[in-house]
């Protein structure tokens, strides 16, 4: 099979949602691997979808209007409209929890030092 990809793609399992116009109703989906292009998703069996949606990648705190280019079984390929604000894969995630746990290491020392009689 061709891959046509311009750029590649990330393996992650992300929750996200779609919502399409003008229903607006939101289906929750599997986000199975994203790049700066698109993404492939898993949907609930007997969903349907319009060909423009909005998928909201909550974790991410993003949400990005694609397209869908292709449909088997229960999976979907879709092209992010506007790539240039497309996520950047799982880097963004890994460096908002290294924060995070940064910033609990240095919560913890100080606590450590409350204790001991130190601060």
Do not use: Y
Request: charge should be positive.
């Amino acid at each position: 099979m061709l891959d046509r990809r311009h750029s590649t793609r990330e393996r992650v399992i992300l929750s996200g949602g779609v919502s399409a116009e003008p229903s607006g109703s939101r289906t929750d989906v599997v986000i199975r691997n994203i790049s700066n292009d698109g993404a492939a998703l898993e949907v609930p069996s007997g969903v349907k979808l319009p060909p423009k949606i909005d998928l909201a990648i909550a974790r991410k705190g993003r949400s990005f209007l694609a397209r869908i280019i292709w449909w088997r079984n229960n999976r979907v390929g879709v092209a992010f409209d506007n790539p240039l604000e497309a996520p950047t894969a799982a880097t963004s995630d890994l460096e908002d929890r290294l924060r995070k746990a940064e910033r609990q290491n240095r919560a913890l020392k100080r606590r450590v030092k409350q204790l001991c009689g130190e601060a």
